[in-house]
């Protein structure tokens, strides 16, 4: 609360020596109210996501996910599009919109009223309440014994049976004599491992399913209004921004936040033992994030968001993308994904630990999205497309797009170029950086 609220102060400071905001002095009880009761409430859910939550990973998902969704279905984002009546229905129902409609009308200028919204503030108390009860019902100060990667210790049965475990543990077996196992080995085993650890992990599927569902909503409220780019069609553009996004959270929120938590443990600790060099470690990493795991008989998270992405498009807004297209589209997922992983990998290297880890890295890629028209297509002055045109994340939309155009695909040699320059140079800082000890305050 003392977060949020010094955020607030800061926001509302900015925007009325900045932009002229103005707030009536008849408002004010109403607004302090109503921003102290949000702030409660979403502590609260917060909270309950995390007592309910077996591993940080889905705790993260669940917050990051259900916060984006109810962002865009509460009208937050939107800008000249109208929501479909249902969806504005169910938005209604949940905390956001009626804490983000009452602090609208509270901040409008020209309405009347002290600007008391009892309704909203009543739907706002009744959620915190709904979220303290879960929190402390489901509160625990250890991890589960079912988490992914847990194990289970059985007691003997028999008193036998403890005599037995302990004459196998002490009996030898010949030594056998093994080489180095080679660089495409141990890169292949680090992406198998990474790969075994995210999907056993719930919050990988909705690492998977918020693009699809975005981009659903997207279509559904711009689909028939707007063609951006020169023409390109909306189902296109928004599904290649998507994409990128998927491809963001997964390899440069999720994966190196996961890397941290493992520094944090003490796992890369142990590892800094054995032959592993750290380009390797993070080169599985980064081959988990592309699908190509096990020769591409697993599809990870990157192809998975595609796949699901262009599915949707195809078979409810008529999306249809030649298989030139579609094959070039793959070659630019395997230049593109690195160059977003490399930064990912930096970040960890440079943080001091997980929690800061997720908390910059979302913070770094929702800027980053807003500059390169992730979710808003043109709503910000030509200097924040520039500057986002020198990031990775507008590149491999901008490839990605090339890549569809219905005149026929086009290779955006730039954009990979740009991309391929920050694999390299981001990779080569991140295997500079990266730290197997967690860092000693």
Not at 93 to 112: G, M, S, W
Not at 147 to 176: C, I, L, M, N
Not at 237 to 254: C, R
Request: hydrophobic letters at 55%.
């Amino acid at each position: 609360m003392l977060y949020s609220t010094a955020s607030l102060l800061l926001t509302l400071g900015v925007a009325v020596l900045g932009y002229d905001v103005q707030l009536r002095a008849e408002v004010l009880p109403a607004l302090t109210v109503t921003l102290l009761v949000g702030i409660a409430a979403f502590a609260a859910l917060g909270l309950a996501i995390a007592a309910v939550s077996s591993t940080a990973a889905l705790g993260q998902a669940l917050s990051i996910g259900s916060a984006i969704v109810l962002a865009f279905i509460s009208g937050l984002f939107f800008v000249g599009g109208e929501l479909p009546a249902g969806l504005t229905r169910i938005a209604s129902v949940f905390p956001l919109k009626p804490y983000a409609d009452a602090l609208t009308d509270q901040f409008d200028p020209y309405a009347t009223g002290a600007g008391w919204d009892l309704p909203a503030l009543g739907i706002l108390l009744a959620w915190g309440l709904a979220g303290a009860v879960v929190a402390s019902r489901a509160f625990r100060w250890e991890p589960r014994a079912d988490r992914p990667g847990a194990t289970r210790v059985r007691a003997a049965r028999r008193p036998g049976d403890a005599a037995t475990a302990a004459t196998s543990a002490t009996s030898t077996t010949a030594a056998t004599s093994v080489g180095r196992p080679s660089a495409a080995r141990l890169v292949f085993d680090q992406a198998r491992a990474a790969n075994r650890a995210t999907w056993r992990d719930p919050g990988s599927v909705l690492l998977v399913l918020v693009p699809v569902g975005l981009y659903g909503l997207f279509l559904t409220v711009f689909g028939g209004s707007v063609q951006p780019m020169g023409g390109i069609p909306f189902a296109i553009f928004y599904a290649a921004s998507m994409i990128t996004w998927g491809t963001g959270t997964a390899v440069f929120m999720n994966m190196p936040e996961a890397l941290a938590r493992a520094r944090d443990r003490g796992v890369l600790k142990r590892l800094r033992g054995t032959p592993l060099p750290a380009r390797h470690y993070l080169a599985g990493g980064t081959v988990a994030g592309l699908g190509l795991t096990l020769l591409v008989a697993v599809l990870g998270l990157t192809l998975l968001v595609a796949v699901l992405v262009l599915s949707v498009g195809a078979v409810f807004f008529g999306l249809r993308i030649p298989a030139a297209g579609l094959a070039l589209e793959l070659v630019v997922i395997i230049v593109g994904t690195p160059s977003i992983a490399a930064c990912g990998f930096l970040l960890a290297a440079l943080v001091p630990n997980s929690l800061a880890v997720g908390a910059v890295g979302l913070m770094v890629l929702f800027v980053l999205a807003f500059f390169s028209d992730i979710f808003l297509v043109g709503a910000g002055p030509e200097w924040m497309g520039a500057v986002g045109s020198v990031f990775p994340l507008r590149n491999l939309q901008n490839a990605l797009t090339a890549a569809w155009d219905p005149a026929g695909p086009v290779v955006a040699w730039g954009n990979l170029a740009v991309l391929a320059a920050w694999s390299a140079g981001a990779g080569a800082l991140a295997v500079r950086f990266f730290r197997w000890d967690p860092r000693r305050s």
